[in-house]
């Protein structure tokens, strides 16, 4: 049985477990068994009280909260929600408890599948249930099927391996042992999806049907599903939400009243994408100075953008600590402003969940909100106009990678709906796009632009109209177009710009708005804004190509993805950008591609397991399996895993050393059935 929640460091500390007191031994060997971080289970058999142990408790589950500090934790009652229902469905035949059985370890790590099928009533097949997933989980491909069976009547289903038990294991009669006669009995009986499917469970990797051969392909994702809780990029996860809750520990503000949040996507230079945005607290009293021991006056902030699908799953996330001295000169100029940050995001098109969360280190508080963005895709024809912008200042000259910088000025941004004093200019900006190949055509023709605004309910409409030349459009079909409007004759009230821009040419047209308001009471304080810090190291690094990149594998646009992961590894030759590179292009088959990353590089402890199984069968595809031997024998000492026993079997098998392949095959599935702690 390949699917297990125990570990060799979790065996060793059984008798630790034993003496626990039974409700805490429930928790860490039930409740916790399949998400619990090896570093978290030795953590938690180290604690001495039952104080310290409900209190661990509590922060495990707060950890994992997808809304810190909320009253309630969806994670936690989803957690609950599949174990109860593990076992009530499942455990039967066994009489186990539903949790401990396959079907309840998959359903209960990975959640209830997008379809599931059941496979019963074939005379020589013996019953089957197929589940699909897709996008479950960052650290496991974006689709793939889990196939369970039932080895005999009244048994309880088992995990099915396509490599370790194969096509022969699902079928009865006169085929059963035979590898290709039982699979074509399949392919025969239940259809060729079905069929395919038990030789690989992964929808896009290449099978060979005519010897119904089997890749390692299944078995390294069933063994990443085993290993889930301790996969790097999910401890990773893990340890950011700790590090942020670690750093804001007493007031989470969950609605957005405390905090306000404006967003834009702007086309850059280069023809990417960039979701700018602003957060701002809204009252100057919710951000605090403090002085050291010098009498020097300094803040400190912590702000966390977590970019994710619709759906809610995690994409990337993008922290900073934010932490200066203000001399006297800077504490005149921020006195009675409210504290900002400006940040962008490296999104493509597509539509997006943000989490925002901006803290204020000092006083202990923390204030988040989320958005739901749409970056639009670049027009194909005719004209598109951006969300508009109100902005305070501007500056030409400044560097293109900071946020709310485009045409070579960058704009401190104001909020929408900002109040104005009487007499104070209104000012803005929007991108307009068109596509790139119409930038450059009909230079002398020209845009016609109107801007009608008045107050709500009232019938003051005022109009201004302008001509925009094309040929202020750069390469990239993107022109950034600022405006300043008097408000010296308006009254005071809400008002409503409304921005429309046409084609006279093809009459075409887009159009975009935003309220303010006039106020005799006075204007929106000023506000003081950090402006990104790492904003030219993550150019510099790579950090935004990578980031975008995790966006297209969300999408699943794989040659987009590949080409800025390698733009990011030529930036920075990280680990986690090569495992991310080295998946995609095994998936797509460009073994050579994989094999040269390798001879680059080679291997190191940081090297995610299921990137050097890749590597070692890309070198295998390549007519190179006495390396593929040599990079696994070598890993050995320091991975002891069933996987890279499983994959050296099969190549001592390929190399004619059966007898090698039959050891390493006993040792792999030795470890595979390590009893349940």
């Known amino acids: 049985m390949l699917l297990t929640c125990g570990s060799v460091s979790g065996a060793s500390k059984k008798n630790d477990i034993q003496n626990l007191p039974p409700s805490y031994r429930e928790w860490l060997t039930r409740d916790a068994a399949y998400i619990i971080t090896s570093e978290e289970k030795g953590a938690f058999l180290n604690l001495s009280t039952d104080a310290e142990r409900d209190k661990f408790i509590e922060q495990f589950w707060e950890i994992r909260n997808p809304n810190p500090g909320s009253p309630t934790n969806t994670y936690k009652e989803e957690i609950y929600r599949r174990i109860a229902y593990a076992n009530q469905w499942y455990g039967h035949n066994s009489n186990e408890p539903g949790w401990r059985t396959d079907r309840g370890r998959v359903y209960i790590t990975l959640g209830e599948p997008q379809q599931d ?71 025969h009986d239940a259809g060729r999806e079905v069929s395919r499917t038990v030789l690989s469970l992964i929808p896009n990797e290449p099978v060979d049907m005519q010897t119904a051969t089997s890749s390692l392909a299944s078995d390294m994702l069933l063994n990443k599903i085993r290993g889930l809780a301790n996969n790097p990029m999910n401890k990773d996860m893990l340890q950011q939400r700790r590090n942020l809750l670690e750093s804001v520990s ?28 602003v957060l701002r607290l809204k009252r100057p009293a919710d951000f ?80 988040r909100t989320e958005r739901d963005v749409v970056v639009p895709s670049r027009p194909s024809d005719g004209l598109r106009i951006t969300e508009v912008v109100p902005f305070s200042e501007v500056t030409s000259g400044q560097a293109p990678y900071l946020p709310f910088s485009a045409g070579g000025v960058r704009f401190t941004p104001a909020m929408e709906g900002r109040t104005l004093a009487p007499g104070q200019e209104l000012e803005f900006f929007y991108q307009l796009w068109a596509p790139p190949t119409e930038s450059g055509a009909a230079p002398d023709s020209k845009l016609q632009v109107e801007y009608a605004y008045g107050r709500m309910g009232m019938r003051d409409t005022q109009t201004l109209q302008e001509e925009v030349s094309r040929d202020q459009f750069d390469g990239n079909g993107a022109l950034i177009n600022g405006k300043k409007i008097p408000t010296a004759k308006l009254g005071p009230g809400s008002y409503r710009m409304a921005i429309t821009v046409t084609d006279p040419a093809t009459h075409s047209r887009s159009v975009a708005s935003f309220q303010f308001r006039i106020s005799d009471t006075g204007a929106s304080p000023p506000a003081w804004d950090i402006t990104d810090p790492e904003a030219a190291e993550d150019v510099r690094t790579g950090t935004r190509d990578y980031q975008r990149a995790l966006c297209y594998i969300s999408q699943g646009d794989q040659q987009r993805a590949i080409a800025y992961l ?30 040269q990353l390798y001879r680059q590089a080679g291997v190191s402890p ?15 595809h390549l007519g190179q399996v006495a390396k593929s031997i040599q990079l696994l024998e070598s890993e050995l000492p320091a991975r002891q895993s069933s996987a890279l026993y499983l994959s050296l079997a099969r190549y001592y098998q390929v190399s004619g050393n059966t007898q090698k392949a039959s050891e390493m095959e006993q040792k792999a599935k030795a470890m595979a059935v390590q009893p349940t702690t």
């Open 117 to 187: 099928g059941k496979y019963l009533g074939f005379p020589n097949i013996r019953p089957m249930e197929i589940w699909f997933y897709s996008g479950g989980h960052p650290a496991l491909p974006p689709f793939f099927y889990i196939v369970f069976y039932q080895p005999d009547a009244g048994a309880e289903f088992r995990l099915y391996s396509p490599f370790m038990d194969g096509p022969e294991k699902l079928v009865t009669g006169p085929t059963e042992g035979d590898r290709v006669a039982s699979w074509k009995q399949i392919d």
């Open 250 to 277: 007493h007031r989470v503000v969950l609605s957005g009243d405390y905090l306000d949040v404006s967003t834009v996507p702007l086309v850059e230079t280069s023809g990417e994408t960039n979701l700018h945005y």
């Open 288 to 367: 605090s100075l403090a002085q050291d021991k010098d009498g020097r006056r300094y803040y400190s902030a912590a702000m966390s953008a977590r970019v994710l699908t619709p759906e809610g799953k995690l994409i990337f996330s993008q922290q900073r600590k934010l932490s200066e001295y203000v001399d006297d000169k800077q504490l005149v100029i921020v006195k009675n402003r409210v504290f900002g940050y400006e940040g962008l995001l490296p999104l493509p098109s597509g539509k997006y969940k943000v989490e925002f969360q901006l803290g204020d280190e000092l006083q202990h508080t923390s204030f």
């Open 566 to 595: 390698q733009t990011a590894y030529s930036k920075s030759p990280a680990e986690p950008t090569r495992d991310k590179l080295v998946s995609l292009l095994y998936s797509r088959q460009a073994f050579d591609q994989v094999a």
């Open 606 to 620: 940081q090297t995610d397991e299921q990137t050097i199984l890749e590597i070692a069968e890309s070198l295998s």
